[in-house]
């Protein structure tokens, strides 16, 4: 996948986030995973592959964290 | 990545309602306390979404339950209540009532909502208080470890129903919803869940509209939330959706159990509290209409700044023991005294023991209850045996009889015998004993003004032929004080020429 083509992207903040997975889950063009590092408190915290975010905003939606997931959105020029 | 980064912006990301750091023990101060999974982080990161796109942070008070949910205040940044286990609605009308401009979101789980606090809701609801409320449903008691909750799935196994919920023995699930939807006054009642993608997004939608209705002073607004508890249920947070989605909702269907939003008058309300001085014209305790109208015309004296009158006045049922109380506090009230009153008595209308307390004080009354009084009206021998060891010294008893039993005597306080049955009787009535002895107090202490007592008769003595009694009754009992306080062995029978 071309990254500069992507309409979105996701980040995650590690030591928010509990592993829950359920952005994994929940992620239409599947483009999240958990890690298989251990952030600070011990999750295996979820992670962007890196492309292919459509931006549509549910991984967002199904975190029950706060500020666990931002999720951007590529600016029509 | 780095070279895209300028054209990307955020679209979803942290809520500003909620707290930049939550005042947490330790220092994950950046997390919620919530499981990982737990459908409460979701309802609460959907509530913040809901308060700030309809821009009411600074009116929204959230009423927090006890329950997993119990430190909602930790994270949002609104005014925040938390309350005592099931009264969230309770608190969140008197908040509403107080405050029509908030708007109040009651958020409780359902240990609180559907168990110890059902009567709080039903009646909420059934008031149709303008209030929203949010029920998170796991079914199941989370934070206390699993018991079985009254919305717990039949054949569910908790640590309270080890063998699963057995309908017979244990009840069936208890339908919120349902069970409102039964109610006129609810304006908007729905059953949402977090079992999917499209669910949570429907529940967004429908906590939106919770708010809204508030905003709008439409009416009781209540959204049902089936919501993951993946730790007590045993399972990852995947499974624990798709058992939501699945399971649960064959117990619980989804659906709008009532919609009014279209329909339904706003209502705004309006805190009606009437001006102080409109009190006695409602109260209808206007000028008396009496014959002798001049005495309301009479400034209330100076009261003694020192006053603190604690008095116990006790008999049996039928001795005038309240009314005697009565006539003392409306006395004190109208020379000028903060005053309190307060009956205490059996079931029986006649015969039983009763007391009451009454204060007269120069400054305002903390408390009603005299547990230490400095004068006793005790009106039979049980009333002066069961108080005087509560006097304090120096205290004054009136007793009614004509002499002091020999062991009650050599206390610490002055008690004089004041036969008031016997006066009443020669008067013609028993029944005004007790203003006998009320007399006998006034004489004896001076604690009142003779023009506040005549106000206090004037107020609640309404048969004219009463009124003459109780004046001979007072006088009589004045006369009493004068007798016992002479030389015993030359009894006196002068009347106090300030009575006229």
Known sequence: MDVARDRGAVAIDRDECKGCGLCVEACPPRVLRLS???????????EYLGSGCTACGICYYVCPEPGGITVLRRQVA | MASDAPAMAVIHGRSPIFYRRFDRKDDDQHQTHYCPGCGHGIVTKLLAEAIDTLGIQDRTILVSPVGCSVFGYEYLDVGNIQVA????????????????????VSYQGDGDLAAIGTAEIVHAANRGEIVSVIFVNNAIYGMTGGQMAPTTLLREKTTTTPLGRDPAVHGYPLKVCELLATLDAPVFLERVALGSNKQIMATGRALRRALENQVHGLGFSLVEVLSPCPTIWGLDPAEAQTFVRETMTRTFPLGNFRDRSASAVPRRLAVTVPDLGELPRILGLGPASGADGASDTVVPASPVPTADHRIVVAGFGGQGVLLLGEFLAEAGLSAGYHVSWLPSY??????????????????????????RPNVLIALNEPSLRKFLLSMEPGGLVLYNADRVPVDCAGNDVRITPIASTAIADRLGSAKVGNMVMLG?????????PDGALDRALHRLVTQESWYELDRAALQAGRAAVHRMTAAPAEPSLARDPAMG
């Not at chain 1, 298989?36 to 979820?46: D, I, S």
């Not at chain 2, 006998?440 to 009142?448: C, H, I, N, P, R």
Request: charged share 15%.
């Open chain 1, 36 to 46: 298989a590092e251990l952030n600070r408190y011990g999750y295996h915290p979820a």
């Open chain 2, 85 to 104: 286990h099931g009264r969230g609605p309770a608190v969140a009308t008197a908040v509403k009532r107080s405050r029509p401009d908030s708007i109040v």
């Open chain 2, 346 to 371: 059996g079931p029986q209308m006649r015969s039983g023991t009763s007391n009451c307390h009454v204060r007269i004080s120069a400054v305002p009354i903390d408390s009603p209850v005299v547990s």
């Open chain 2, 440 to 448: 006998a107090l006034l004489e004896a202490t001076g604690m009142l």
